[in-house]
């Protein structure tokens, strides 16, 4: 095996032709902190993308910054905390879950996966704040997509098909995101006590409410956090001082006769929300994990249903206000699929291992299976970017 090392845009278009002419696979790495993501890539060679490095453009005013797909996100979140900003939609970065430094992944890789943290819900994901990337297809030619502003994005979006991608449409040489302040302070708002039917009903009457609840979770009775043995169903408020006071005020006042209730001021609620995003709560011991997307009123029956069906749970929590499930299971030879999925599928949504052993990724689907006509949809567009299937084969299908 190969490690490939361009140094800039032109030796990384000679890697990707000297490959086409020889049909050798390649695998693409960032900085390899998600490289258990997936099923395992089968290549000879690997592209290690993390000489392209380091902040191109950052414009406070502008509220926009550009880098190099190498660079790693501990020098993105430091260039944007000097200026009292951040990336909004909290990028998931599974230090918890896979053992790494936070901060030690590649912004590309970031985008190459696209996952967003609990402020999915208000403020989207990884997807809904790339503003353009510059990058390498398969046919060994450099493209670009977007710009520094949202209006530049005409025609086809690419950046919504490489978000995601796992690195299997292009590889990214430079992305552009859009950056947001960072809210003054924030407070959450812990309500104790209650079962998961009833702390999500709540979330899901707090969702519509004008109290403007950024982030909205639920911890089952026993879940790793700062509430011990007790359920807590947990509000995020986030802006200036003055407001969040006001709606805490607001929230307490309104549902102090549902349970105790605990506010967690703004260092713990930021520790918080950023373990809730990285699945710290399940994140401990040799179990595999899953990462469940149904609809808010379906969680709690969702997870009802994987214990019928005799899954072994080790310990799960709900974000999105049960919208997302994060689940742990003792580990099997087939993770518990055909049952988790049967369960998910009764109520419509999604079900991704996030973690298992590399054996169990290359025999279980680890991305929901898709019906025949995406199937071939995605096909398609693998082949018009990458028609010799060199890149990350096998990481999301074992077609693609």
């Keep these: 095996m190969a490690i490939l090392t361009p140094r800039d845009e032109a030796d990384l278009v000679d890697i990707v032709r000297d490959a086409r002419a020889t049909k050798t696979p390649l695998e693409i790495l960032g900085r390899g902190t998600r490289r258990r993501l997936g099923r395992p890539v089968a290549a000879p060679n690997t592209v290690d993308l ?85 990058g390498v297809n398969g046919l060994g030619e450099r493209f670009k997509s977007g710009g520094r502003v949202m209006k530049n994005v005409t025609g086809f979006d690419l950046s919504k098909l490489v978000t995601g991608a796992f690195g299997t449409l292009a590889m990214l040489t430079t992305v552009t995101l859009k950056v947001l302040p960072r809210p003054e302070t924030e407070e959450t708002v812990a309500i104790l006590g209650l079962d998961a039917a009833d702390g999500l009903a709540l979330l899901r009457e707090i969702s519509g ?35 969040v006071a006001s709606r805490e005020a607001d929230l307490t006042a309104r549902h102090r006769g549902r349970g105790a209730i605990e506010i967690l001021g703004e260092d713990a609620s930021r520790v918080l929300w950023r373990d809730l995003g990285e699945a710290r709560p399940i994140a401990d011991g040799d179990t595999q994990v899953w990462r469940i997307s149904v609809a808010p009123s379906a969680g709690a029956g969702v997870v009802a249903a994987m214990r019928a069906a005799g899954v072994p749970l080790a310990g799960h929590f709900f974000d999105w206000a049960g919208g997302l499930v994060w689940a742990a299971v003792e580990a099997s030879a087939d993770a518990h699929a055909a049952a988790i999925r049967g369960a998910v599928a009764a109520v419509g949504g999604h079900a991704t291992l996030v973690r298992a052993e590399a054996g169990v990724r290359a025999v279980v689907p680890v991305f929901p299976p898709q019906p025949a006509a995406l199937a071939a949809l995605s096909g398609r567009v693998k082949s018009a970017f990458d028609p010799e299937r060199l890149f990350n084969p096998g990481r999301m299908t074992r077609e693609i």
């Design 209 to 243: 409410s004008p109290q403007e609840v950024s982030c909205l979770a639920h911890l089952p009775a026993g879940a790793q956090g700062p509430f011990g043995e007790t359920s807590a169903t947990l509000l995020r408020l986030e802006g200036p001082a003055v407001s």
């Design 50 to 134: 993390s000489a392209l490095s380091g902040i191109t453009l950052h414009e406070p005013s502008e509220l926009v910054l550009t880098a190099r797909a190498g660079t790693p996100l501990a020098e993105i979140h430091a260039a944007l905390a000097a200026a009292n900003q951040e990336l909004a939609f909290e990028p998931v970065e599974h230090a918890a879950l896979f053992g790494h430094v936070p901060g030690a992944g590649s912004i590309g890789g970031l985008v190459g996966v696209g996952w967003g943290g609990s402020r999915r819900l208000k403020l989207g994901a990884a997807r809904d704040h790339l503003l353009g990337f510059e």
